[in-house]
């Protein structure tokens, strides 16, 4: 018995409630609880004596805040703490899609909708599944690699699109004057095509350059001499094996491992990936 607490008392005060104490771990999505920013942690660094972390939104916008009171963690108030000793970095909120999205539990996935997403190859593909793929189910929508978009314009007239029967078609290295993006123009000319179709792509070669250079320990993607094949120069570049369709492969899966959140990708695909699941999920 605590004699201690003896005597008058008030009654109705609140009782004094202890924040949880959480150690910073990169991939964790906080809310700054006084600005509404919420992003997952990028960083941690001391600056002047003070731990600061980084917070990257969905868009790619960083905001960097003192550790400490006033963050959010699974909507919880909670007190910041820095990085426990060696203790082993996770990939998100377990509250949190790898796309930053709230994930929806106790849901299955849905059967599959009529309307799909297009991308160009099988690693497009897999890195869209490994972010989006969560997100992806709870909709019912299916991504698909189309091997190329030679033959785009075609491809959509057998798919036939129209309300209820969508694409969303992203294409690597969509830029003005580029083979892709007369391709792209082209197909969408199509009847039925406009409301029901969206093309959209990234600036990149190949989507291999989507994740970020920080994420690989490089400051920069590597230059390929023209006329290489530029996977495989990445992964000579890189000291990979790179002789073989199973060396690149191999290399692609190690470039996709590193890969944990929204975060390790360059603005540039995430806006482009998030536009394309709104127009397919669009009431």
Known sequence: MAYDTWGPQDLTAPAQRRLPEV???RGMVLEDAQSGWVGAVTRVEKSGGMHIVALEDRRGKTKSFQLGFGFLLEGQPIRLLPPAPKAPATAASPTRTASGSVRVSGQRAQVAKASRIWVEGKHDAELV???????????????????GVDDLKAAIAAFNPGPGRKLGILVDHLVAGSKESRIAAEAMTLPGAAGNVLIVGHPYVDVWQAIRPKVLGIAQWPDVPRGTDWKTGILRAFGWPHETAEDIGLGWQRLLGA????????ASLLGRVEEVIDFLTAA
């Open 23 to 25: 150690p910073v771990q």
């Open 129 to 147: 599944e490994k972010v989006w793929g969560d997100d992806l189910r709870v909709e019912g929508i299916v991504v698909e690699p189309l091997h």
């Open 259 to 266: 890969v944990r959140t929204y975060a390790d990708l360059e």
